[in-house]
Structures are given as structure tokens and as C-alpha cells.
């Protein structure tokens, strides 16, 4: 079926380390990906995104890889900081297209990776 | 602060009652999703709406669930008869344009007793 998901629901890393979140996607037609960062009470808070155009993209202390030869999507985070504890979530764009191949941004969510940081 | 914005942030109710939630877009957005949200999971789409128009349902959106965006510019989420299995995050989010990228805001979480 077409879903989204993780590898690991859980990671746990110490301040300073570098941090790699998984993401596996079925939907080969998914041109468009999202991670997202959920803090405890709070909705998800977008990261970093990427078109099935690219292979890789890098944001501040962040990059997103895609590999779509396998299907697979990474976050990876710099010197992650305690900060940056959350749930991660990655999206795919699974949306019907409109005129003119209009995306109408509707997601599929993954399950999500708490991502623990010790000082 | 500009972004999405949703009242009330917590909402107990007794099975049986009718609920209501608001969510108000960022101004400039023209689209606005409903998602559900249970403890471990991702966000669930329910609907999407561009301006008034309600233009998708999940299946997950039974008959007890209504959404509206009259005006196109805040919405409304009901749920009638509340059921146990009603209890989640609901969570809104907007958007413009063809980006495909979402605005969150930070959810009525609803527990029904």
C-alpha cells in the first residue's frame, strides 16, 4: 500500500553529535517531502523540505537527503543540541493534482522518531 | 504572532456531546486542512478545504464529523456525539499556493470521558 514510515522509532545521542533520522516511503509517485520537528503540546513544526527533483538539500545545521532509487528519505541534524529533542516526523505529498499539476498539499505522515539528546 | 491559530488549545467533554473547534488560518493562506492526531502516531488527514470550498473527506471523517469554512477564512470542526475513540490531537494547518508545504498550528486536544 502506499505509506510512509521509519526505521527507528527512537534515537538517543549526545549533545554535540551529528543525528540521522530515517524515513522509508512506498508512493514512487511523491515529488514532494517534508520533515517536521513535534515538541511535547505543541503541532509539527516544519524543518526542511525537498522536490523529487533534488537529491539533497541543506538547511541551518540541517540536511534532508533523498534517494529514490530506494525509496528512502534522511534527516540528518549538525551538533545536535538539547533543543532539538522533538518528534520527527517526514510527509509525503500524496495530494490529487489540480489544473495545471497543482498540488493541493495534502500529507501522509510517518509515525515519527523520538529523537532523545543527553548534555 | 501570525500563524495558525486554534481555540480551545484543550477540550474535556462526556460521550454523547457535541464538540466544536475554530481554527483560524494565517490571513494570506487560502488553504486549510484539518489532521488528527493520536499519542505515537503521525498526523491523520481528515479535510482540506481551498477558500470555502471543502474539496477532499478522508474516509476517517465519519458522519458524526462537519467542517466548515463559510467565509474562506477561519473553520470550524464539529463532532456530534462524541465517542471514546474520538479522543485525539486535533490539529489545523494552512497553506498558499502550490508548495505543498504546511503551517501548523498547535492543535485542540480532545479527551471524551
Known amino acids: 500500500g502506499e505509506s510512509v514510515g521509519l526505521h527507528l522509532p527512537t534515537l538517543s545521542v549526545q549533545e554535540g553529535d551529528n543525528s540521522i533520522i530515517n524515513c522509508a516511503y512506498s508512493n514512487s509517485a511523491s515529488d514532494y517531502f517534508i520533515w517536521y520537528k513535534q515538541e511535547s503540546g505543541k503541532g509539527p513544526q516544519f524543518i526542511i523540505d525537498?522536490?523529487?527533483?533534488?537529491d539533497k538539500r541543506q538547511g541551518q545545521r540541517v540536511t534532508v537527503l533523498l534517494n529514490k532509487t530506494v525509496k528512502h528519505l534522511s534527516l540528518q541534524i549538525a551538533a545536535t543540541q538539547p533543543g532539538d529533542s522533538a518528534v520527527y516526523f517526514c510527509?509525503?505529498?500524496?495530494?490529487?493534482?489540480?489544473?495545471?499539476?497543482?498540488?493541493?498539499?495534502?500529507?501522509?505522515f510517518g509515525q515519527g522518531t523520538i529523537l532523545t539528546v543527553h548534555p | 504572532d501570525t500563524g495558525v491559530s486554534q481555540d480551545p488549545r484543550h477540550k474535556i467533554t462526556k460521550r454523547g456531546q457535541n464538540v466544536t473547534f475554530r481554527c483560524d488560518p494565517i490571513s494570506e493562506h487560502n488553504r486549510l486542512y484539518w489532521y488528527r492526531q493520536t499519542l505515537g502516531q503521525g498526523p491523520e488527514f481528515l479535510t482540506y478545504f481551498q477558500n470555502e470550498a471543502q474539496l477532499e473527506k478522508s474516509r476517517l471523517l465519519s458522519d458524526r464529523f462537519s467542517a466548515e469554512r463559510p467565509k474562506g477564512s477561519f473553520s470550524t470542526l464539529e463532532i456530534q456525539r462524541t465517542e471514546q475513540g474520538d479522543s485525539a490531537m486535533y490539529l489545523c494547518?494552512?497553506?498558499?499556493?502550490?508548495?505543498?508545504?504546511?503551517?501548523f498550528g498547535n492543535g485542540t486536544r480532545l479527551t471524551v470521558t
Open positions: 525537498i522536490r523529487s527533483n533534488m
Open positions: 510527509a509525503e505529498n500524496l495530494g490529487p493534482r489540480g489544473a495545471g499539476g497543482t498540488s493541493y498539499g495534502k500529507l501522509t
Open positions: 494547518a494552512s497553506s498558499l499556493g502550490s508548495v505543498g508545504l504546511l503551517h
